[in-house]
C-alpha cells in the first residue's frame, strides 16, 4: 500500500480517490486545504485522521509518501516542488503547471529528490488509448491527426451574468486552452513528438482567459488540427489520418470507443474495455512507478509534457494570452 495526501477538496479529488482506491494499493492518510473547516469535512468523508492546513507542515509530514495534487493551475509548481523537496512523490493534475519555467522547475525538484513526478493526464494511460498507440500501423503514412474538445462550461453563464469563477480567471492560469486543449494536445505529443511550427489563434475574453481557440501544428510530412472551447459545444469525433485508413476516436479526453474506417468500406472496432472510474489508469501507473522505484512514466513522461506545455506557451504567445504567473516564473528559471 502506498500512503497518499491529497491537495484540493474538489470533486475532482473525489474522483481520483474513488479511482485510485480500485487499485488495491492506495491508502489516503492526509488531506490538505487553505481552511480547517473544508480540510476537517473532507477528511470526515474518507476517513482520515490527518489534516493541515499549513503548506510547510503538510510537506513535512512522515504520514504520507506520495501526493496528488488538484489546487488550481496556479499553484501546482510552488505546492510540487516543496512536496518533493520534502521527498514526496507528486502527481499532479493537468495541467501540470503555468508554462514551461514552473513546469522546467518541478522536473528539477524530481529528479534532485529522487522521487516520482507524473502529470494525471488520463486520457493517455486508458486501455483506449493503448489501442490506438498499438494500431496506428495500420493506418499507412499518417498525414493528419485532428483533435476536438469543444465543452460549453456552465460556469460560463454565471460569467456572462457578471461572476467570474476560477474556470475564467487568468489569476488561477485557467481557461479553454489549458483547461480542454491539453487533452487535444498531449495526446499528440506522445504519439508524434513535437511539431516543427505552431499557429494558433483564440477568443480572448474581458476577463482575461480564452474562451475559445484553434492551433494548425506543422510536422515533416503531416499536420494537426485542435479545436477547444469553453463557450460553445461540438460533437465531432477526433480522427488520425493516413494514407491507407483513417481511425476514428468518439472522444478525445476519455476515448470509449476507436475504430479504423479502411478505404475499401470496412471497419475494424479496436475498442477495448475499461474501468468506469478511468482515473484508476493514471493512479495505477503512479503507484507502479513507485513501487518499482522507476521515476517517471514512459507515457505520461517529463519530456511529453514539457512538449505539451510548450506547444500551449507558444499557443498563448500568439494569441496574446499572458497569466500573472508568467510574470512571477523568474524565480522558476
Known sequence: MIRFAVIGTNWITEEFIHAARETGEFDLTAVYSRTEEKAAEFAQKFEVSHIYTSLETFAQSKEFDAVYIASPNSLHAEYAILC???????????????????????????????????????STLLPNFKAIQDNLHKLGKIRRYFASYCQYSSRYDAYKQGTVLNA????FSNGSLMDLGVYCIYPLAVLFGAPERVQASGVLLESGVDGEGSLL??????DAVIMHSKISSSYLPSEI????????????????KVEIRYRDGSVENLTREQAVR?????????IRLIKCGTLE????????????????DE??????????????????E
Do not use: W
Open 84 to 122: 518533493m523537496n520534502h521527498g514526496k512523490h507528486v502527481i499532479c493534475e493537468k495541467p501540470a503547471a503555468s508554462n514551461t519555467a514552473e513546469l522546467s522547475a518541478m522536473i528539477k525538484a524530481a529528479q534532485t529528490n529522487k522521487v516520482v513526478f507524473m502529470e494525471a493526464l488520463k
Open 168 to 171: 475564467f480567471n487568468p489569476i
Open 217 to 222: 501544428l506543422s510536422y515533416k510530412e503531416m
Open 241 to 256: 489520418h493516413g494514407e491507407n485508413a483513417t481511425m476514428v476516436i468518439d472522444k478525445i479526453n476519455t476515448p470509449e
Open 278 to 286: 478511468n482515473m484508476r489508469y493514471e493512479a495505477e501507473e503512479f
Open 297 to 312: 512514466s514512459t507515457t505520461n513522461s517529463h519530456a511529453n509534457s514539457s512538449i505539451a506545455m510548450a506547444i500551449m
Open 315 to 332: 499557443a498563448r504567445k500568439q494569441m496574446g494570452l499572458v497569466f500573472p504567473a508568467d510574470r512571477k516564473s523568474d524565480h522558476f
